[in-house]
């Protein structure tokens, strides 16, 4: 029997975001349906809201979240009802080219529920990331659920659903932070204050903070940062070259999306250093660097798409270590709110008051 519950929807392009009923189907083949205990608030919702991503309004806004699992559908061995996960956008699929090489972090063709859910007059909605969890309860893939050591908040949990991720991930597996490593971390929003956090836990030397925001560096302190630079006042390049004696870090992460800050990245990086994008830029932004720099200074450029994540491999580590006080992921929660508070928290995200909103049920 298709269920009906209470899920936070974009109707159109910005629009208010509006509570309203949602018709959730039962789990068909592969599928799952989680009871939602925790759903935090992602720069990627309001870009959904704002009708950058695609136009395919109506959506079922929310995507970082963690719940329990309610029921599944036939063939999934995985996960049973009452495990509790974490809700995950990287449901590999075994089978592409990337899956096939043992790269499954890169899987090009990830799993989505194949039912929609849709309001009560049938019209169909198209869940954020394929997940949709600003909702009592939401249907997924079952490979989008992963199974985590229950003993640890909700709200903390969901953090690892996405932009958490993105940021230790962008550290450990992208950047491939190691032991005395020295790194820099260009913008400490939630996502560069993680890449700080991830850093920290990869035993890094140095770890260099750069924001043009006073609080954002304070924060940034209290993840791990030895050191921080307001880019406003001071050269973030010449700032990062002299905390480490002259030469520029070993791992640079760009965690804000802009071609000045990329640059301040490539730049701010050692000889043969790694720079790594996780900032997500604009469509009309364009960078432009001598090639001969690029050729010149050697290392790596990457990008790390959701921190080149495998769920199955990092979610319930990383629970681990959180839950060994390595790890501190309660400090990304700013605030809890309800579900109908979603609006007023993309305000407060706008003017950078707050690392995570989480709407918890
Ligand atoms: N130089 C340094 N820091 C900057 C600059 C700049 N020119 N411009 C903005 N910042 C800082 C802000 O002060 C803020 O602390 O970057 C941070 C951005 O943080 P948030 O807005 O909280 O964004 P966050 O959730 O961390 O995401 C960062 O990663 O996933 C992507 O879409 C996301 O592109 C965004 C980026
Ligand atoms: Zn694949
Ligand atoms: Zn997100």
Not at 162 to 190: E, F, H, L, P, Y
Not at 308 to 323: E, K, N, T, Y
Not at 326 to 351: C, N, S, Y
Request: with cysteine; hydrophobic share 40%.
């Amino acid at each position: 029997m298709a269920q009906e519950v209470r899920g936070v929807i974009a109707p159109g392009k910005n629009e208010p975001v509006r509570v309203e009923t949602i018709v959730v189907p039962d789990p068909g083949p592969g599928e799952a349906v989680v009871r939602v205990q925790a759903c935090g608030v992602c720069h990627t919702d309001l870009h959904y809201k704002q009708g950058g991503i695609t136009d395919e309004f109506p959506f079922l806004l929310g995507h970082e979240a963690a719940g329990v699992v309610e029921s599944v559908g036939e063939g999934v061995t995985d996960v049973a009802p009452g495990d509790f996960v974490i809700l995950n956008w990287r449901a590999v699929c075994g089978q592409c080219r990337a899956c096939l090489r043992g790269r499954p972090w890169y899987c090009f063709d990830t799993h989505n529920a194949r039912q929609k859910m849709t309001l009560t007059d049938g019209t169909e909605l198209s869940p954020a990331l394929g997940i949709g969890a600003f909702a009592e309860k939401t249907l997924v893939a079952a490979g989008q659920c992963t199974k985590v050591d229950p003993d640890v908040s909700p709200a903390v949990a969901g953090l690892l659903g996405c932009g958490v991720m993105a940021g230790i991930g962008a550290a450990i597996n992208t950047g491939n932070v190691s032991r005395g490593d020295s790194v820099a971390v260009i913008g400490c929003g939630g996502v560069g204050d993680a890449a700080i956090a991830g850093a920290y836990l990869a035993g890094a030397g140095k770890i260099i903070a750069v924001d043009i925001d006073d609080r954002k560096l304070e924060t940034a302190r209290t993840m791990g940062a030895t050191h921080t630079v307001n880019s406003k006042d001071t050269d973030p390049v010449e700032a990062v070259r002299e905390l480490t004696g002259g030469f520029g870090a070993d791992v640079v992460i760009e965690a804000v999306g802009r071609p000045e800050t990329y640059r301040q990245a490539f730049y701010a990086r050692d000889l043969a250093g790694t720079v790594v994008l996780v900032g997500v830029p604009t469509p009309e932004m364009k960078l432009e660097l001598p090639l001969l720099d690029v050729f010149g200074r050697g290392g790596a450029l990457k990008s790390s798409w959701y921190g080149d994540c495998l769920p199955s491999r990092d979610f319930p580590m990383l629970i681990d270590l959180h839950r060994q006080g390595r790890l501190p992921l309660e400090k990304f929660v700013t605030e809890t709110i309800q579900l109908d508070e979603v609006e007023k928290a993309f305000e407060r995200m706008h003017h950078g008051d707050v690392l995570r909103s989480v709407v918890v049920l």
